[in-house]
């Protein structure tokens, strides 16, 4: 059984930063994707940033330039460094791995006051 484990969330001020660390265990073989969704009370499920394995990234208009995904080289762990955070960044973030089935974290909590 794989599980992800998200860590790193917490209250910011605006303009601050947070790193988001999320690791799998169990059965894993690297994941040939994996990125981080983010949802916002009363808003649906978005993706906030994608890594591939060929290394390509995608990222959500509201976070280029402000947010960088990366991962460890197994596929195992995947980081998401997130800068001037503004308010409407808070929401709950899951990371996300693919490997023939989608596997999902626990989400953690990002909190940023104005």
């Known amino acids: 059984q794989v599980q992800l484990v998200e860590s790193g969330g917490g209250l910011v001020q605006a303009g601050g930063s947070l790193r988001l660390s999320c690791k799998a265990s169990?059965?894993?073989?690297?994941?040939?994707?994996m990125a981080w969704y983010r949802q916002a009370p009363g808003k649906q499920r978005e993706l906030v940033a994608g890594?591939?394995?060929?290394?390509?990234?995608k990222y959500a208009d509201s976070v280029k330039g402000r947010f960088t995904i990366s991962r460890d080289r197994a596929g195992n762990a995947v980081y998401l460094q997130m800068d001037s955070l503004k308010p409407e960044d808070t929401a709950v973030y899951y990371c996300?791995?693919?490997?023939?089935?989608?596997?999902w974290g626990q989400g953690t909590q990002v909190t940023v006051s104005s």
């Open positions: 996300m791995g693919s490997s023939g089935a989608n596997y």
């Open positions: 890594i591939y394995s060929g290394g390509d990234t």
């Open positions: 169990g059965r894993v073989l690297g994941f040939s994707a």
